[in-house]
């Protein structure tokens, strides 16, 4: 019987994961459990670094960006020796099973946890990339993108203002979710993303074609995984001789408030959370589809992540848009 749980959040912050702690601890001790905060992750837990939560704990973070728990990025944790030190922390506190707020670095170490210490686990997806399957969302990916899209909006004022090509680069080390989405509800003219070859000579025939038709400013989206921002300006002013301007968003994409999907979302998951750990169903991930949460195996959302695609009609549409 789950008496105590822990909860952590892993890996990149994201917009949201206070909202999805606060979900957590309100709905455990709501159902009578009681509950403790690891402490930056997996280095946390290795070290130690952990406290009961109280409702009190959890007040007035809904709104805030960030992670009241710290994150930090734990390699280490991939070693036995470290893994049975977090797993006997665990046990000092009578901890009878964690939910961990991450991303695919999160699923991962869930999974050992789960399939070689025994410990119940239920992962929640937080982060700015969208890049896992089995959920429509992750939380702070619909927040991230609003923040870019906000910034863009600007830039186009002043690449309207000036007759100038705009490259902004935004973040997406693997996946070009969050560039195809800013793409699409910016109005850019052209989007460079991982999953597709970017051809330098097709860009500049698009932005050349737009200038001889009267088109005078141009926004270029560029996720940070498919090429630098400041090499695809370098190649548009070569070929083309049209003036080029770059603004790299880099980590403004992770701060501020959380949106209203991002908060929602962080709800819904921390109390599914909860259920399915009270119904003795570990290693699991929860997760939206079709406005429904659902829950998966780790195993089977890691192994279909890997080769996560994106949506090509999108991708297609902003062409057709730009034109």
């Not at 410990?119 to 939380?139: E, M």
């Not at 998966?296 to 991708?315: F, G």
Request: net charge positive; charged share 25%.
């Amino acid at each position: 019987m789950i008496k105590k749980i822990g909860v952590m959040t892993t890996g990149g912050d994201a917009p949201g994961m206070n909202a999805v702690i606060r979900s957590v601890v309100r709905t455990a001790i709501y159902k009578h459990l009681r509950v403790c905060g690891i402490k930056r992750g997996f280095r946390g837990l290795i070290d130690n670094d952990i406290e009961e939560l109280t409702l009190h704990s959890v007040s007035g973070i809904i709104n805030r960006g960030g992670t009241m728990l710290k994150t930090i990025r734990c390699p280490e944790f991939k070693e036995k020796k470290n893994q049975r030190e977090a797993v006997d922390h665990l046990k000092v506190h009578s901890i009878d099973a964690v939910v961990i707020i991450g991303g695919n670095g999160s699923l991962a170490a869930g999974a050992l946890l789960y399939y070689d210490w025994g410990i119940p686990v239920i992962n929640i997806p937080a982060s700015i990339d969208n890049d896992l399957c089995y959920t429509d969302y992750t939380v702070g990916f619909d927040t991230a993108v609003n923040t870019a899209l906000d910034a863009i909006d600007k830039i186009r004022d002043t690449a309207s203002s000036h007759d100038r090509v705009f490259v902004v680069e935004v973040m997406g080390r693997d996946s070009g979710s969050i560039a195809l989405e800013v793409g699409l509800g910016s109005g850019a003219e052209a989007v460079i993303i991982p999953e597709v070859k970017f051809n330098a000579d097709k860009l500049c025939d698009l932005l050349l074609r737009g200038y001889h038709r009267g088109k005078r400013s141009s926004i270029v989206i560029v996720a940070e995984g498919a090429a630098r921002g400041h090499d695809v300006a370098e190649i548009i002013a070569a070929k083309t001789e049209l003036e080029v301007r770059v603004s790299v968003l880099g980590y403004m994409q992770r701060g501020g408030a959380p949106s209203a999907l991002s908060r929602t979302l962080a709800g819904r998951f921390g109390e599914t959370a909860v259920d399915e750990l009270l119904k003795g169903r570990g290693g699991r991930m929860v997760g939206m589809v079709g406005n429904k949460v659902i829950s998966t195996d780790i195993r089977t959302v890691l192994k279909a992540s890997k080769s996560k695609k994106i949506n090509m009609n999108d991708y297609k549409l902003i062409g057709i848009l730009a034109t």
